[in-house]
């Protein structure tokens, strides 16, 4: 179980079906370029200046800079890992 850690000043981060001001919330499904690397998965978090994305099983593939991001399919808040 996930417990949500409180922040200086006792304000919680976004999270779930909050939309980031990067325009993504977490479990969008999203393709991230870094260099020749390019990589589809999951929005899992966010930073200031980047974002995160996962594979199916919400291990992270890497931090992306919002500008590589690329939305493809917002959450339906199913994944469903075929194969």
Do not use: P
Not at 10 to 31: C, I, L, M, P, S
Not at 48 to 72: A, E, I, P
């Amino acid at each position: 179980m996930h417990l949500l850690q409180f922040s200086k000043g006792a304000k919680r981060r976004k999270y779930g079906g909050t939309v980031t001001k990067h325009g993504f919330r977490k479990g969008d499904y999203a393709e991230a370029t870094q260099g020749k690397k390019t990589v589809r998965g999951w929005v899992s978090g966010d930073t200031k200046t980047q974002v995160s994305v996962s594979n199916s099983d919400w291990k992270r593939l890497g931090q992306f800079s919002r500008n590589k991001v690329q939305l493809l399919k917002r959450s339906t808040g199913l994944i469903v890992q075929c194969g």
